[in-house]
């Protein structure tokens, strides 16, 4: 490819990458009238096929492969720039070629939908209003439609046009309804100029630093050039204030920063902190916004508009006029790691731009992965450590219930109870985690032993009661909930507790107090969380319940104490990563309670009260937990001390996948007899979802170079195997799932 910073020196014969799921680039004809000399990186449209598709220019040549009569001529330039700079462009290109996916694909995914779907960059944002025959009409006739008269009414009250946002705050099935109002001709269409990024606020008087917080931004703002800071603080030791302290360095000198969190419920909390420190805009990019929003925020970006960029995982795609510094907030979070399509991993992607950027890059946990442990053990990072809560408060006290010995009712023990009423009546907040969303986890019929499972996963139904519904939360089918037993008519028992159920204990055990769950079913909605949360820091809630989704950063001055449900989920997982989860999820959650000038408990419930995993990490800590994990992986050869691919493969039957990965593995030794270790193949944990078999090849090499050097051909004769296209089947660099 073509040194991706200069304008193309050959504009005969185009190299296109086409987004398509195939490898590889295509040739193509420039159109006949170009205008100004084509670049590497602008958007073309091509003919594809029997249909047009969105392709990327990334190289040219006098002389194709194919006969120039079979060749096909590009349809029309898109854009009279390239979209992305050229630092983007080259991580992208390197990153299609490691995680072994289509370089089309991987370009058109760095962009918001607005622009993968080919639309101006400056065509603004998409807004509705009534139009004329609209205006004039009958509200009545939609009396039998009440989303479509919530709107109307909206529309009709607005001084101004309606984005996405504002139609999002009437209704949540607005989309539907615009449909069929524009259906009727009540509905005009415009797209908004691109306004400035988020408001911004007056700005907060910065706290004293403690002695490490202070060392921690002595040593980032010192760096010149990359360099990877693993900032490892326990909860509560301000770690935010040491991200703005180097943000302030890098606003002073006219520098943008990035700063990556794992999920969108941190985003405003960040957002509002960050407005009440810095007068200036800030953009965000998450999947939560409207197309209009993403393409404002990702052109603040671009222009430098922004100085400030805070997103989830895609934000590593935000182009930087004058970057400066990139954070990485809760980096052993999984969610950084894209698990579906393009499988990429934002974390590292992040290593990979910072030090082409030549700009520090800030990792902050209070639990680090084991690789960020092990980078900084042999010096390719840098640990900042953070030891001390800031202010008064100390590390939480730490408490086991037996459940052996103590008998539980839906879920909760007389110890915890007591511990919940102590706090309560001392005017504290109370967190309670449980990772199992709805009612139960199994419904089943105690005379003859039937339990309701899903008709298209190896996996039970869980019972959501509020709606009446089984669900199944792999495929996501639903169905009603049964009168009575299929088998034998007897009556139906749930088994077990889900965040619903705990939800309705806590009610009936405190039926004075507020309670305030939050998991996926009580978010769905767009400012859901928010609303939640600002209600519990205003302590109109005293109890806060919920899933791992309270665990990620969100700070709860008032909680004196947590209480964990089921502190086993984890003990036992198949997965060689299943305890360093747990540990991280037990840290975290644990770090919610006290804050400030409360001190706090942590009450878990456990039959396993001696576990090992349990001991250490309440005797001695996550850091010596991670020293013996690190000694584990070590002998048993698992990353950071390995490198993984996974090649997944599913079809509607076992036989197939099976063929293919059999197949798959006899070309992985015959290619490379001294290569990687070929595991399996085996079926997957789950081996049927959504009505199709799965399986799994596990590919294991002691260095990133040997397993690299081999994925291209490997991945490349998998194409040829009979049976590959009976199967879906996808390749996963550096998985972080065996499943």
Not at 28 to 35: M, S, V
Not at 225 to 240: N, Q
Not at 573 to 597: C, I, N, P
Not at 619 to 635: H, V
């Amino acid at each position: 490819m073509a040194d991706i910073s200069r304008v193309l020196e050959v504009q005969r014969i185009l190299e296109v990458a086409v987004d398509a799921p195939l490898m590889g680039v295509f040739d193509y004809l420039a159109p006949l009238a170009t205008g100004a000399p084509l670049q590497v990186g602008q958007r073309l449209r091509v003919p594809f096929g029997r249909s047009t598709r969105m392709g990327w220019l990334v190289g040219s040549k006098a002389v194709s492969d194919v006969p120039e009569h079979s060749l096909r001529r590009v349809s029309s330039v898109l854009d009279a720039e390239p979209l992305l700079p050229p630092d983007l462009l080259r991580m992208l290109v390197w990153a299609s070629r490691y995680y072994q996916h289509p370089l089309g694909e991987v370009l058109s995914a760095a962009l918001p939908k607005a622009l993968r779907e080919g639309r101006d960059l400056a065509r603004g944002e998409m807004c509705w209003a009534l139009s004329a025959e609209g205006r004039s009409a009958d509200p009545d006739e939609l009396r039998r439609a009440p989303a479509q008269l919530r709107i109307y009414r909206a529309l009709k009250a607005g001084a101004a046009p309606a984005t996405a946002a504002d139609l999002e705050a009437v209704s949540g099935n607005w989309r539907r309804a615009i449909a069929a109002l524009a259906a009727r001709g009540w509905i005009s269409v415009s797209h908004s100029a691109v306004p400035s990024p988020v408001a911004t606020v007056a700005p907060d008087e910065p706290p004293v630093l403690t002695a490490g917080q202070a060392q921690a931004v002595a040593a980032i703002n010192a760096a010149r050039g990359f360099h990877c800071f693993l900032l490892d603080g326990v909860t509560g030791s301000g770690k935010t204030e040491v991200y703005l302290r180097c943000m302030a360095q890098a606003l002073a000198a006219g520098r943008q920063s990035l700063v990556l969190v794992p999920e969108i419920g941190l985003t405003p909390q960040l957002l509002e902190r960050f407005q009440r420190r810095f007068p200036v805009p800030i953009a965000l990019l998450h999947s939560g916004l409207s197309d209009g929003e993403r393409l404002r925020a990702f052109t603040a970006a671009g222009d430098g508009s922004a100085a400030i960029i805070i997103g989830t995982r895609s934000a590593i795609f935000a182009p930087l006029l004058r970057p400066g510094l990139i954070v990485a907030d809760e980096e052993h979070d999984p969610s950084y790691k894209q698990q579906e399509g393009w499988r990429y991993s934002a974390r590292d992607l992040a290593v990979w731009r910072a030090r082409e950027l030549g700009v520090p890059l800030v990792l902050g946990s209070a639990t680090p992965s084991l690789e960020s442990m092990e980078n900084a053990h042999s010096g390719r990072y840098t640990r900042l450590a953070l030891p001390a809560r800031t202010g008064a408060a100390g590390q939480p006290q730490v408490s086991l219930v037996d459940l052996r010995q103590h008998a539980t009712r839906d879920g909760l023990s007389q110890p915890l109870l007591a511990a919940i009423r102590r706090h309560l009546d001392a005017g504290g907040q109370v967190l309670i985690y449980l990772n199992r969303r709805g009612y139960a986890p199994v419904l089943m019929c105690p005379d003859c032993g039937h339990v309701l499972e899903c008709r298209r996963c190896d996996a039970r139904m869980v019972l959501h009661q509020q709606r009446g519904q089984l669900a199944c939360h792999h495929c996501g089918s639903e169905r009603p909930v049964p009168a009575q037993c299929p088998d034998c008519a007897g009556e139906l028992k749930p088994v077990g507790q889900g965040t619903e159920r705990l939800e309705s204990a806590l009610a009936a055990a405190f039926p004075d107090q507020e309670i305030e769950r939050i998991d996926r079913d009580t978010t769905r909605r767009r400012g859901e969380i928010e609303r939640r949360l600002n209600r519990v820091r205003r302590q109109e809630a005293r109890i806060l319940m919920g899933t791992q989704m309270l665990t990620k950063g969100h700070d709860f001055p008032r909680v004196t104490l947590v209480g964990i449900i089921d502190a086993d989920q984890g003990l036992f997982g198949s997965d060689f990563r299943s305890a360093e989860r747990l540990a991280q999820s037990f840290v975290q959650v644990a770090g919610r309670a006290g804050r400030a000038e409360h001190p706090g408990e942590v009450w878990l419930q456990t039959l396993f009260p001696d576990h090992p995993l349990l001991r250490v990490l309440i005797t001695e800590g996550y850091a010596q937990f991670a020293t013996l994990a690190l000694a584990e992986r070590r002998q048993a050869g698992w990353p950071p001390f390995s490198c993984l691919a996974l090649l997944r493969a599913e079809a509607s039957e076992r036989h197939t996948v099976f063929n293919f990965l059999q197949a798959a593995a006899a070309l992985a030794r015959d290619h490379a007899p001294a290569g990687p270790d070929v595991l399996g193949p085996a079926s997957a944990p789950m081996e049927r979802r959504a009505g199709r078999h799965r399986g799994q090849l596990l590919l294991r090499a002691t260095a990133r170079r040997e397993l690299q050097l081999f994925l291209p051909a490997w991945r490349a004769a998998l194409a040829d195997i009979e049976t590959q296209r009976r199967v879906r089947w996808s390749l996963d660099v550096d998985p972080i799932d065996l499943f």
